[in-house]
């Protein structure tokens, strides 16, 4: 693995069919409107943008070559500013393999590299053979130098982690998938829909088109079109979530070998994660509202890998299991991480600090609604839902520490749990308002790296002393009374 | 054990953000461009032009003269072997540690008007953040930047 080379052709229009991909709510609407409204023109602008892209990519093809030297990947890549990324092997925080539909069909997979912090660029090889990604990947891992890895793996994963023997293995059952899809409730995708649609939305909800349909279908007035618009689009994103989840998270494998943990999952597309354990910065158990009344989350890792689209930085250990089951997984594939007893709480005389804090956004939207519709004081009676979201919130508050970590539960909407270890937490900080100054309670906040930037993790209103144990925790040993686990 | 931070910045910080401050605030008096102009125009009261410009200067003088003598004082910091603790904030007060072992690098910059008055700010950051420590006496600063550096690699020779 010397010389330069290129990758192979299918990643000229991997770079198209990734754009098409990302952009497929705002195309399919723009192919409904805009071929109405311009007629053939559209369809002009529209060829246009697809062969200058595989233009593109064709040059971004050629131009891109990729070679291993020792324990460096180093990659030329670029068409008019031409950029050298050499990447060292301790540099490197996650690789990821991914077999894409368009890559499985020339028996091809997707290879990403990722190094730590900020300015720095993840090394995306979009096509080349399985045998090479192993290759490159166990090179970069400097897992073994000789050749019989090569051999070892010609045929498929399963041949190679078997070669390796994985100490430990976690499926995904079926029925879990199911049950995880029903309640993801990812409605992040109703926000994106809206997003999109938005700007279109006055082509079809406009007065006449309401005025149309309230006439032609008999006991419909205007509120209930927006009722049934509205969820119409909430089932729809519902089915959407659903697919997805399944798709994402289809035969869902994680393994643990000696350095590293693996993650397959997917169904289209199969992704491969490899962590290094040294490389996970805390982790982060979140039950969803949808999720915990059934005692199910999702295990997150945070890494300090870097990338630069996606929002999901964070790497899905277990995407749906049982909060009892935690204590017996860190145990059996993370033993750097352990539940440490939760002693600390926030005082009772916090609790109408807690049951106020998600009222002040109320207040203000209502007193401003107020003046667009004259019966919006009705919408004051929000106060009591979102009181009682403070109030469980207050109850949920809770961390606890030993020497080598902390655990600090508490709720947002979902109610998350994080473990941070003692040398992975990279600041600690402390607030404290002039209405928290009068009742001596203080906010503390702790920093962990992930993605480009940090993850942070906080607990409201604590009694001073203890936000300042814990803001001392990162640095001060002496302070911690129970013994290391 | 580290108890609440005692260190100041340097006093000449008060100078060089008041000198910002009141370069700056000129900006205010763009808030009442708009009814002056609805004056002209529309024949909008006069006394909306007067509060107007009312606000603009009590802005200007609170904002330019007043905030930077608060926020001076306000400002402590501490350098020890175990980390950086810093504490600010004119209303919330925040107290912000950042572990030596956790620090990546640590860099001084100064703008002209720092520069003008032998200001310098310490940023110190680590793979998730970055901190500052505002207005340091240039020679202050670099002692800074030295011992932090020195601390990291005690730190990491420790482990």
């Known amino acids: 693995m010397s010389e330069f080379k290129r990758q192979h052709p299918v990643a000229a229009i991997t770079s198209l069919l990734g754009m098409l991909r990302q952009n497929i709510v705002p195309i399919a609407i723009f192919l409904v409107v805009g071929s109405r409204n311009t ?14 892209t595989l233009v593109l990519g064709i040059f971004g093809w050629l131009l891109f070559t990729y070679r291993v030297v020792g324990d460096e990947l180093q990659i030329n890549k670029g068409i ?8 060292t092997k301790d540099r490197i925080q996650v690789i990821d393999i991914t077999e894409g539909i368009l890559q499985r069909m020339f028996g091809l997979v997707k290879v990403e590299v990722k190094s730590a912090g900020s300015g720095t660029e993840s090394a995306t090889i979009s096509a080349i053979t399985r045998e090479e990604a192993e290759e490159l990947r166990s090179v970069l891992r400097g897992e073994s130098n000789s050749s019989t890895q090569s051999i070892d793996i010609e045929h498929d994963f399963e041949v190679e982690t078997i070669a390796k023997a994985p100490s430990q293995v976690w499926h995904l059952p079926g029925k879990d998938l199911l049950l995880a899809a029903l309640t993801s ?16 939305l006055e082509e079809f909800i406009n007065v006449e088109n309401i005025e149309y349909i309230t006439r032609n279908i008999p006991g419909l007035d205007n509120t209930s079109v927006y009722f049934a618009l509205f969820l119409f689009i909430f089932i729809v994103s519902y089915i959407l979530s659903f697919i997805g989840v399944i798709l994402k998270y289809s035969d869902f494998k994680i393994e643990k070998n000696d350095k590293e943990l693996t993650i ?12 290094p354990f040294n490389r996970i910065q805390a982790v982060r158990f979140v039950e969803g509202v949808l999720r915990q009344p059934f005692g199910f989350g999702m295990l997150y890792a945070e890494s300090a890998g870097y990338e630069k689209q996606n ?3 964070s790497i899905v250990l277990l995407p749906f299991v049982k909060k009892e089951y935690l204590e017996e997984f860190f145990f059996e594939f993370l033993n750097e991480y352990t539940e440490p007893e939760t002693d600390v709480t926030p005082p009772k005389k916090a609790l109408f600090k807690y049951l106020r804090r998600p009222n ?6 209502v007193s401003v609604l107020w003046i667009f519709w004259e019966h919006g004081w009705i919408l004051y009676s929000l106060v009591v839902p979102f009181s009682l979201l403070g109030w469980i919130r207050f109850k949920d508050a809770e961390l606890g520490y030993t020497d080598s970590v902390i655990k600090l539960q508490y709720r947002v909407l979902a109610k998350t749990t994080a473990i941070l270890r003692r040398n992975r ?3 600690a900080e402390m607030s404290i308002n002039p209405f928290q100054k009068r009742k001596d309670l203080a906010s503390v906040k702790l920093t962990a790296a992930s993605g480009a930037g940090g993850r942070v993790f ?21 302070e911690v009374d129970e013994p290391a686990n | 054990m580290i108890d609440s931070p005692e260190k100041r910045i340097d006093k000449n910080a008060i100078t060089a953000w008041r000198t910002t401050g009141i370069l700056f605030g000129l900006l205010w008096y763009s808030i009442p461009v708009i009814p002056i102009i609805a004056h002209i125009n529309k024949d909008a009261p006069i006394w909306i032009v007067i509060l107007s410009v009312i606000v603009a200067i009590t802005l200007h003088i609170v904002v330019g003269y007043v905030f930077p003598v608060v926020r001076w004082k306000r400002w402590k910091y501490e350098v020890t072997e175990k980390g950086v603790d810093m504490l600010h904030g004119i209303i919330i007060r925040k107290r912000t540690m950042v572990p030596v072992n956790r620090i990546q690098h640590v860099d001084t910059k100064q703008g002209p008007i720092y520069r003008k008055f032998g200001l310098s700010a310490l940023s110190i950051s680590t793979a998730a953040t970055t901190h500052e420590i505002p207005a340091l006496d240039d020679e202050t600063a670099s002692e800074l930047r030295t011992l932090i550096s020195e601390l990291v690699r005690q730190a990491r020779e420790d482990v």
């Open chain 1, 360 to 365: 002040y956004m109320v207040l203000i939207l």
């Open chain 1, 458 to 478: 906080e607990i409201y209103d604590l009694e001073y002393d203890d936000a300042l144990s814990v803001f001392k925790w990162p640095v001060e040993k002496e």
């Open chain 1, 39 to 52: 007629g053939e023109y559209f369809w002009y602008f529209f060829m246009f943008g697809i062969l200058s």
């Open chain 1, 185 to 200: 409730g990812n409605f992040g995708v109703i926000a994106s829909i809206l997003g999109a649609v938005s700007g279109q």
């Open chain 1, 264 to 275: 397959t999952s997917g169904l289209l597309e199969r992704k491969h994660i490899t962590v």
């Open chain 1, 311 to 313: 929002q999901e930085k």
């Open chain 1, 80 to 87: 008019l500013i031409r950029k050298k990324l050499y990447l």
């Open chain 1, 425 to 427: 937490t990279q600041v």
